[in-house]
């Protein structure tokens, strides 16, 4: 049924839900206008509106308005530093390095494919917000290993939802380590879901492809079927026979397509992103959540089964696609109001204004208090349990993107409740477990380790250290214990420069004084003038130079690559770095670079045409006295030390 009206009528048969309205007038004119919009009834009437004449100035109002932080939120503040923030994330991350083995089958501990996933996202994110490298290693040579030895699917039957999970979780990893070949899985995983499961505009109206062996449309009695159905994908790889689209599938998908867009600027990636957004506005919002998808595309069956983490999806892949568009795109959202739920045209972060107070709100999974309850019943053995987790790493990711909006200070009150809710006693074990966290986040404390509950923590723990600004005093004894240390101002990067910086100073100081040893030894040895003169004169520019061949995405065999094999294969690893460890990761790899370059001349071998080095000894005012003496050692003019028998 299609009608042009200027103003809707609510009749009061329409039905029950309408009829116990009785506040509502007889004709409601809606605030709404200046695009077309599709209009839905309760009682099951539809109407394509063109309502032109109405201002939008209400829509801005009521989401302002829902950006109002709840009076009923809890423990929304807390006095710790960046500091303490950094070493409770550090110390969880390494607790749940040393217990989680990413080449173990799945089975209780980890029960779900989507746990590896977020293993590796939840450390990658780790190093996003610190701005360390702490964990690149690790993540880097394990995403690497993971992809060689299990691929991108959970098993059978392989589900499309599992490899896009992957793609993000390569992508972040690129994010943060900016190696190639991370960026290359994640555009391959997208590229290939793609192809295979994809439902382009000429899919979906010819109902035909997209990997499926049967035809495909929506219903015409389903709701919003005059929408079309491109966008969606397919949720199973191997069963070809079904028509099922979750928003499990179709939500991380259109939040990568963003990242890549934005990172490559590649078109295919900006057509994929739009077309999910606009088949998640259509048939997955309702108006308050993202639901569950179709079951069954050509019964219209929907599922009823609502969970955080698409939420999360949708509101990460929402900011990025605001920021990559600038915030012009207009899109329909679909908005309830009372009775009537309407689609209405915000750019997308008008749409995140009204999305996430009312996902955030929700009382299936958010307390009166603000603490999100979902997963509180939920065993290590599904999946449900991480759900929340990924919910705020999206919450995390809208932030970042619009600071200092009262958007972003609304997300930061809510995972700061969260937060707080983490390390709680209710859900944060005392010592000696101190690392071991609940899946639930109310109720009864972690007394073992849990999978769940660590990964979700850090999707808490790891954004909260973007929430303040570093703290000018640090502690300068052990992280274990932050109550009882002196403070003093001091940079870490100075520490870490300054470390580095003499270790250089005194290796360049022995290997001078070795050169001038072995120098005076060759001097005092015949020497063959004839074969250097020949070789030399033969060809004065020849050098020997070994070049190792490095196969794409393939372990270089080193002993230095292979300890960290074994330390992250290990099954299990007893002792957890520190957190001074963990941060001092990073500039320990930036060393070893640095010294395997400075031996360039060890390995090209000897220059003709570099000066020889003088054979005098330096003079003794210019060094000091421990330096001098270590050179008379070396040159074997000064005594050792007597020996004493025991």
Not at 52 to 71: F, H, K, R, W, Y
Not at 191 to 196: G, P, R, S, W
Not at 295 to 322: D, M, R
Request: aromatic fraction near 10%.
């Amino acid at each position: 049924m299609e009608r042009d009206l200027t103003h809707i009528s609510l009749p009061a048969s329409t039905s029950a839900a309408a009829s116990s309205v009785a506040f509502l007038p007889l004709n409601l004119t809606l605030p709404l206008a200046l695009l077309p919009a599709q209009v839905k009834m309760f009682g099951g009437c539809f109407y394509s509106v063109r309502l032109s004449t109405l201002a939008m100035g209400s829509v801005t109002m009521v989401a302002a308005q829902n950006l109002a932080i709840p009076s009923t939120w809890a423990n929304a503040t807390t006095s710790l530093d960046k500091y303490s923030r950094a070493v409770l994330a550090s110390n969880a991350a390494s607790s749940m390095y040393n217990r989680i083995n990413p080449l173990d089958k799945l089975g209780d501990v980890v029960p779900r494919v989507q746990y590896f996933s977020s293993f590796f996202s939840v450390l990658a994110m780790q190093d996003y917000y610190s701005g360390n490298s702490s964990w690149d290693s690790a993540v880097v040579n394990g995403l690497q290993g993971y992809y060689q030895q299990r691929g991108v699917y959970g098993g059978s039957p392989e589900l499309y939802s599992d490899s896009v999970y992957w793609g993000l979780t390569f992508f972040y990893a690129y994010r943060v380590y900016k190696q190639q070949f991370l960026l290359d899985i994640a555009v391959s995983i997208h590229n290939t879901t793609y192809v295979e499961a994809f439902i382009t505009s000429s899919i979906a109206a010819s109902g035909l492809g997209a990997g499926r062996n049967v035809t495909f449309a929506i219903p015409s009695n389903c709701t919003n079927s005059f929408d079309t159905i491109a966008g969606g994908i397919f949720f199973n790889k191997d069963e070809r026979n079904t028509t099922s689209i979750t928003a499990a599938t179709v939500v991380p998908f259109m939040a990568l397509s963003a990242y890549l867009f934005e990172q490559t600027g590649d078109p295919l990636y900006q057509q994929t992103a739009q077309l999910s957004l606009e088949f998640i506005l259509n048939h997955l919002w309702n108006g308050t959540v993202v639901t569950g998808g179709f079951n069954y595309l050509n019964a219209c069956e929907l599922s009823t089964i609502l969970y955080t983490e698409n939420q999360g999806w949708f509101i990460e892949g929402l900011s990025v696609w605001a920021n990559v568009t600038r915030n012009s795109t207009v899109l329909s959202l679909h908005v309830s109001i009372l009775t009537v739920s309407v689609f209405t045209p915000l750019t997308p972060l008008a749409r995140l204004e009204v999305v996430v107070p009312s996902v955030a709100t929700f009382p299936a999974w958010t307390l009166a208090n603000g603490v999100i309850s979902e997963g509180s019943n939920i065993s290590d053995s599904n999946s449900d349990a991480i759900s929340k987790g990924i919910f705020i790493r999206g919450l995390a990711e809208a932030r970042m993107r619009f600071p200092d909006t009262s958007l972003a200070k609304y997300i930061e009150t809510y995972i700061m409740v969260q937060f707080n809710a983490v390390l709680s006693t209710t859900a944060h074990s005392q010592a000696p477990n101190s690392s071991f966290y609940s899946a639930s986040w109310f109720g009864s404390p972690a007394s073992s380790f849990s999978v769940a509950g660590s990964i979700a923590a850090l999707d808490v723990l790891n954004p909260a250290l973007s929430f303040v600004e570093p703290t000018t005093s640090v502690p300068t004894t052990s992280p274990s214990e932050p109550s009882a240390k002196p403070k003093r101002s001091l940079s870490i990067g100075a520490i870490v420069g300054g470390v580095v910086g003499g270790a250089i100073t005194v290796f360049a100081i022995v290997t001078f004084l070795f050169m001038l040893r072995r120098h005076r030894r060759r001097d005092r040895q015949p020497r063959i003038a004839s074969v250097v003169e020949q070789n030399h004169s033969s060809d004065p520019g020849s050098r020997s130079t070994v070049v190792a061949d490095v196969e794409p995405f393939i372990l270089p065999s080193s002993e230095d690559h292979s300890s960290k094999w074994s330390r992250f294969y290990a099954p299990r690893r007893d002792e957890a770095p520190s957190p001074s460890a963990m941060i001092l990761l990073g500039a320990q790899g930036a060393a070893r670079e640095t010294t395997t370059g400075g031996n360039s001349d060890h390995a090209q071998g000897a220059n003709p045409n570099r000066p020889e080095v003088a054979s005098e000894s330096p003079n003794s005012a210019e060094l000091p006295p421990p330096v001098h003496h270590l050179y008379d050692l070396l040159q074997e003019e000064a005594e050792l030390p007597p020996r004493y028998e025991r």
